[in-house]
């Protein structure tokens, strides 16, 4: 059973860099049958999709965060991080990676989340 | 970017009812839409993906239909475990998630 589990600093200042690491346990991070995503939820609100990462190291981003968002993979360590910059207090939140079931529909997608790590709490505060 | 609209925001109920939740899509997403639940300090669960299929170890009271633009989440008799909030999620362009409902006790 694949399991997902995020690590990283719980606070990050104004301006820097949020670095976070998605470690995958039970299954390979090579399968070509899932793109690996990170999710972000703050709090008492909804989920906003961040960006995706297929194993051959191929990205596809949100839009309105794709100027600040990098996320990679480490095949090796079976493990993929992400990168937010310039972060503000806006980018407080709780941050989840996912699995996603990879689809065609006329161009490669996600068809469905699952299963998610339990996420990790990302305040940016000075 | 395709909007999912959720309704109602708060559903009221009790043990044992009907619940029925909907979830609007601004534009058509064929039957590419999936249902969660999450309850407090948890992560999102999958219950339904492409509109009507039961994710692993769902019960059989979880079920969902609709096509294009018009989906519903159903559960058929509610137990105290479900009580919790309710994500549609669809993946044109990009995946976005509806904003949620709220299945709380009455």
Request: charged share 15%; glycine share 10%.
């Amino acid at each position: 059973q694949v399991q997902l589990q995020e690590s990283g600093p719980g606070l990050v200042k104004p301006s820097q860099t949020l670095s976070l690491t998605c470690t995958v346990s039970g299954g390979s991070i090579s399968s070509g049958s899932y793109y690996w995503s990170w999710i972000r939820q703050p709090a008492g609100k909804g989920l906003e999709w961040i960006g995706r990462i297929y194993t051959s190291g191929s990205t596809n981003y949100n839009p309105s965060l794709k100027s600040r968002v990098t996320i990679s993979v480490d095949t090796s360590k079976n493990q993929f991080s992400l990168k937010l910059s310039s972060v503000t207090a806006a980018d407080t939140a709780v941050y989840y990676c996912a699995r996603a079931i990879r689809g065609w529909f006329g161009e490669w997608g996600e068809r469905w989340f699952d299963p998610w790590g339990q996420g990790t709490l990302v305040t940016v505060s000075s | 970017e395709i909007v999912l609209t959720q309704s109602p925001a708060t559903l009221s109920l009790s043990p044992g009812e009907r619940a029925t939740l909907s979830c609007r899509a601004s534009q058509s997403v064929s039957s590419y839409l999936a249902w969660y639940q999450q309850k407090p300090g948890q992560a999102p669960r999958l219950l339904i993906y492409d509109a009507s299929n039961r994710a692993t170890g769902i019960p059989a009271r979880f079920s969902g239909s609709g096509s294009g633009t018009d989906f519903t989440l159903t559960i058929s008799s509610l137990e105290p475990e479900d009580f919790a909030v309710y994500y549609c999620q669809q993946r044109s362009n990009w995946p976005t998630f509806g904003q949620g409902t709220k299945l709380e006790i009455k």
